[in-house]
């Protein structure tokens, strides 16, 4: 009888704990909005794809397609999702499959309401249908957006389940990232909806920082704003989103190149990427990595920071120094290292200078430099020279205990 009870168990367990398993590493690749906006299509999508695997990116993680708004061509006779036939003349699933062939996995977005933030046919009230066509396609991920519908937070709460539930019972394992740009506390209640990641603010611009009134003008700062606060909700299997790269788009025209998003400096990008690396962000590239600059491929395929990012342990750095000069972050990792991040906001070079003991680090320490490379050893403070809006990201293994 007790076996019999486990066995149950066991198996009704199964899809969870299938799906507890997805994302256990923030998700990586190409988001198509930041840089093609609507006008998208597989000619393109594959021409990034094989982008990415000659300059190295499927090698270094970035292993996703993820296909943004746009890619909708409304629903066929039987109410059946379709791709617009002009953008995605094979059909869905055989771009899919063209994809996987390069050994990459394919995100698909859609939105709780019955269109899509940019007007196209969206989901509610089709959830287990669309869900179904998504794992029929071999879809792996699904963003999933938060435009044109009820801003209370039972509603969010309802509709997220429900696609939630729908993915679990498609016979795929997708991930489900939600989309409601933090407006409800997501980080509280979306993962108990089936979702493994959620974005914590509105969309980043391509500039720095936000100097207008107008809070839907983020820049890089003002996601960090919100996103460093929340570490404690991010853990394998759920992480928080504060949105897409925009290294490398240098103010490229587009929905990131609105509200004042006339592009960043290469330092403000490689502060970026190492902010995102040390808040275990998702990482989805949006610059056109067909035509990547030096800066940008040294940007996006420094292995160093991608291994803090990428790490098993998953946890989001703890921010321990927030003042008018400097952001200071630590980073725990699986194999006893600490990656420690410091970001000078002010807008002249400044030296930094900081005892380990205050970060909670007792012991002596050697140090790697993961942008520089240069190492140090038998350290028991922190001190260098730090230019304007950079971020420094030291890897450090204890040499010696207190
Ligand atoms: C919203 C999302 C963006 C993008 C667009 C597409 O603004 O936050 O990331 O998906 O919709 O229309």
Same mark, same amino acid.
């Given at each position: 009888?007790?076996?019999?009870?486990?066995?149950?168990?066991?198996?009704?367990?199964?899809?969870?704990?299938? %799906?507890?398993?997805? %994302?256990?590493?923030?998700?990586?690749?190409?988001?198509?909005?930041?840089?093609?906006?609507?006008? /998208?299509?597989?000619?393109?999508?594959?021409?990034?794809?094989?982008?990415?695997?000659?300059?190295?990116?499927?090698?270094?993680?970035?292993?996703?397609?993820? /296909?943004?708004?746009?890619?909708?061509?409304?629903?066929?006779?039987?109410?059946?999702?379709? =791709?617009?036939?002009?953008?995605? =003349?094979?059909?869905?699933?055989?771009?899919?499959?063209?994809?996987? $062939?390069?050994?990459?996995?394919?995100?698909?977005?859609?939105?709780? %309401?019955?269109?899509?933030?940019?007007?196209?046919?969206?989901?509610?009230?089709?959830?287990?249908?669309?869900?179904?066509?998504?794992?029929?396609?071999?879809?792996?991920?699904?963003?999933?957006?938060?435009?044109?519908?009820?801003?209370?937070?039972?509603?969010?709460?309802?509709?997220?389940?429900?696609?939630?539930?729908?993915?679990?019972?498609?016979?795929?394992?997708?991930?489900?990232?939600?989309?409601?740009?933090?407006?409800?506390?997501?980080? $509280?209640?979306?993962?108990?909806?089936?979702?493994?990641?959620?974005?914590?603010?509105?969309?980043?611009? *391509?500039?720095?920082? &936000?100097?207008?009134?107008? *809070?839907?003008?983020?820049?890089?700062?003002?996601?960090?704003? /919100?996103?460093?606060?929340?570490?404690?909700?991010?853990?394998?299997?759920?992480? &928080?989103?504060?949105?897409?790269?925009?290294?490398?788009?240098?103010?490229?025209?587009?929905?990131?190149?609105?509200?004042?998003?006339?592009?960043?400096?290469?330092?403000?990008?490689?502060?970026?990427?190492?902010?995102?690396?040390?808040?275990?962000?998702?990482?989805?590239?949006?610059?056109?990595?067909?035509?990547?600059?030096?800066?940008?491929?040294? /940007?996006?395929? &420094?292995?160093?920071?991608?291994?803090?990012?990428?790490?098993?342990?998953? $946890?989001?750095?703890?921010?321990?120094? &927030?003042?008018?000069?400097?952001?200071?972050?630590?980073? =725990?990792?699986?194999?006893? *290292?600490?990656?420690?991040?410091?970001?000078? $906001?002010?807008?002249?070079?400044?030296?930094?200078?900081?005892?380990?003991?205050?970060?909670?680090?007792?012991?002596?320490?050697?140090?790697?430099?993961?942008?520089?490379?240069?190492?140090?050893?038998?350290?028991?403070?922190?001190?260098?020279?730090?230019?304007?809006?950079?971020?420094?990201?030291?890897?450090?293994?204890?040499?010696?205990?207190?």
């Amino acid at each position: 009888m007790k076996k019999y009870a486990v066995l149950i168990l066991l198996v009704c367990q199964a899809p969870f704990l299938s %799906a507890q398993d997805m %994302a256990e590493t923030p998700p990586m690749g190409f988001m198509s909005w930041n840089y093609f906006g609507t006008d /998208i299509s597989a000619e393109k999508l594959i021409e990034i794809a094989d982008a990415m695997g000659a300059t190295g990116m499927v090698d270094a993680g970035y292993d996703h397609i993820f /296909i943004d708004d746009g890619w909708q061509g409304g629903r066929d006779n039987k109410n059946n999702l379709i =791709p617009d036939p002009d953008k995605f =003349p094979e059909g869905m699933k055989a771009f899919v499959d063209s994809i996987h $062939k390069r050994d990459m996995k394919v995100g698909i977005y859609s939105d709780a %309401a019955p269109l899509t933030c940019a007007g196209f046919t969206a989901s509610l009230h089709f959830e287990k249908q669309d869900a179904k066509t998504f794992a029929d396609w071999g879809i792996d991920y699904l963003k999933y957006d938060y435009c044109h519908a009820p801003e209370d937070v039972e509603t969010a709460q309802t509709r997220y389940t429900t696609m939630g539930d729908a993915l679990k019972e498609s016979d795929r394992d997708i991930v489900y990232a939600a989309c409601e740009w933090g407006q409800r506390d997501p980080w $509280k209640w979306v993962s108990d909806a089936g979702a493994q990641l959620w974005r914590t603010t509105y969309d980043v611009r *391509d500039k720095w920082k &936000n100097k207008s009134d107008d *809070d839907n003008a983020m820049g890089i700062m003002d996601i960090v704003a /919100i996103n460093a606060e929340l570490d404690e909700y991010a853990g394998p299997g759920h992480w &928080n989103d504060p949105d897409m790269l925009v290294v490398g788009l240098y103010g490229k025209d587009g929905p990131s190149g609105d509200l004042g998003g006339t592009g960043a400096t290469d330092v403000e990008y490689q502060s970026q990427m190492s902010l995102w690396s040390l808040m275990a962000a998702p990482l989805m590239v949006t610059n056109d990595v067909r035509d990547m600059n030096d800066a940008t491929k040294r /940007i996006l395929l &420094n292995e160093d920071i991608l291994a803090i990012d990428q790490d098993s342990l998953g $946890k989001q750095a703890k921010r321990k120094i &927030n003042d008018d000069t400097w952001m200071v972050f630590v980073k =725990p990792l699986s194999d006893g *290292d600490y990656a420690i991040g410091v970001l000078n $906001k002010s807008d002249k070079g400044q030296k930094f200078k900081m005892k380990l003991k205050g970060l909670g680090l007792a012991g002596t320490y050697n140090s790697f430099d993961v942008w520089s490379k240069a190492e140090k050893s038998k350290l028991q403070k922190l001190k260098d020279t730090i230019a304007s809006h950079e971020t420094k990201v030291w890897r450090l293994s204890e040499s010696q205990k207190p």
